[in-house]
């Protein structure tokens, strides 16, 4: 059975950090496209980052450009999301998700999800 679990969430006050970690198993997933979606309320769900198998290419949401990191470890399966200098519309459920494709924006292009990890930034 394919898992995708996402750790590292919680409450953060703006300009601090935290990163979330996203661990597969199931299948390797060191061939597969990894990406970080959002979802605040009330909101549909939002690309962040997305990181291809080799981590050549990267995408970064502007918003969140210069302020979050994407990066993963094959060997783990697992893939990060470093977040600095947050700030309070960065607070939402953060998904992790895995494509067989390129890195992409959109969500119809994963093909795995996590259930998510509740971030919140506090002013």
């Known amino acids: 059975q394919v898992q995708l679990v996402e750790s590292g969430g919680g409450l953060v006050q703006a300009g601090g950090s935290l990163r979330l970690s996203c661990a597969a198993s199931?299948?390797?997933?060191?061939?597969?496209?990894m990406g970080w979606f959002r979802q605040a309320p009330g909101k549909e769900r939002e690309f962040v980052a997305a990181i291809s198998w080799s981590s050549a290419n990267i995408l970064y949401t502007d918003s969140v450009k210069g302020r979050f990191t994407i990066s993963r470890d094959n060997a783990k399966n697992t893939v990060y999301l470093r977040m600095n200098i947050v700030i309070p519309e960065d607070t939402a459920v953060y998904y992790c998700?895995?494509?067989?494709?390129?890195?992409?924006?959109?969500?119809?292009?994963?093909?795995?999800w996590g259930q998510g990890t509740q971030v919140t930034v506090s002013s």
């Open positions: 998700a895995a494509s067989h494709g390129g890195p992409s924006v959109r969500r119809a292009d994963y093909d795995y």
């Open positions: 199931g299948r390797t997933f060191s061939r597969d496209t």
